[in-house]
């Protein structure tokens, strides 16, 4: 009997700590607390002491107000020039409106990263390879943009995103580095060709000036070849002796010559230098 009777008091002091627990939430700082009444949304519970109905009231969702960064997985996209590129982002969002997070999207991570994924493949689809590679910035204002005013009604706001990587595909890689090595074949077929050119006309314009000069020279050889002969004939006049004396002169130096060469010659010489001299000369013989 006393332990029937002590029994009833027992289970109604721990029925009323049960319903005090029940009713007292302690939230800590950084999040905030959905609070469901009768299974409709009664209030949200801010970080601090607070009080609720105990089982009437039931804590629902527990959201963060922190910032949430989102790492967005890689994936390849086709650009507006048909090259495929492989591109990943990080994503900066704050829930601003937990009634909104909790009951405007299933999962509002996951719908958040599913929009970055798709924003980012519309952005990138209508860039050249080139734009996208060198566009960074551009992509992410644009990117932020596109998002900011899709996430507002689930209560989240987008601070940034931020392109962790953007680069060929493997494949692309290949076809760029083919492409640059054919390039860099072109260039030095160019350069080898207008070397060879240059080196052609270069070529050409010193045979016509060795030409040119060697033309010169053999006009000058014979002006004053010319002008010997009249000074000769006009120094000598009548008087054959002296005529003699060069022809005999320039006929001993060939003679030595002919004498130190090893090779054997026939030398025709006239019969009578004399006549040789006045035919030479203009003049007839008597």
Not at 23 to 33: F, L, M, N, T
Not at 94 to 113: C, E, L, M, W
């Amino acid at each position: 009997m006393l332990f029937s009777s002590l029994l009833i008091p027992l289970l109604l002091t721990a029925f009323a700590l049960v319903t005090l627990a029940k009713g007292v939430r302690i939230v800590p700082q950084g999040e905030e607390w959905i609070v469901e009444r009768l299974g409709r949304y009664h209030t949200t519970l801010k970080p601090g002491l607070n009080f609720v109905i105990p089982y009437m009231d039931r804590v629902q969702y527990n959201l963060p107000t922190k910032d949430i960064i989102l790492d967005i997985q890689q994936q390849e996209i086709i650009t507006k020039d048909n090259a495929i590129i492989v591109a990943n982002a990080l994503c900066f969002l704050k829930v601003i409106d937990p009634q909104k997070a909790a009951y405007g999207v299933q999962d509002y991570q996951y719908a958040v990263s599913s929009l970055t994924m798709t924003a980012l493949r519309a952005i990138i689809g209508t860039l050249d390879l080139d734009e996208a590679l060198s566009s960074r910035e551009a992509i992410k204002a644009k990117l932020a943009e596109a998002m900011s005013t899709q996430t507002d009604d689930w209560g989240i706001a987008v601070r940034s995103v931020e392109i962790q990587d953007i680069k060929p595909s493997a494949s692309m890689q290949g076809a760029m580095e083919r492409q640059a090595a054919a390039e860099r074949e072109r260039k030095a077929a160019v350069t080898r060709a207008e070397g060879e050119r240059q080196a052609a006309v270069l070529a050409a314009t010193a045979r016509e000036e060795a030409a040119t000069k060697d033309a010169a020279a053999t006009v000058k050889l014979a002006e004053a070849s010319a002008t010997s002969i009249v000074k000769i004939k006009q120094a000598i006049g009548d008087d054959m002796v002296p005529a003699m004396y060069l022809l005999g002169e320039r006929y001993i130096d060939a003679m030595q010559s002919l004498a130190a060469s090893d090779n054997a010659k026939i030398v025709v010489l006239p019969a009578d230098l004399q006549e040789t001299v006045r035919g030479l000369m203009g003049k007839k013989s008597a």
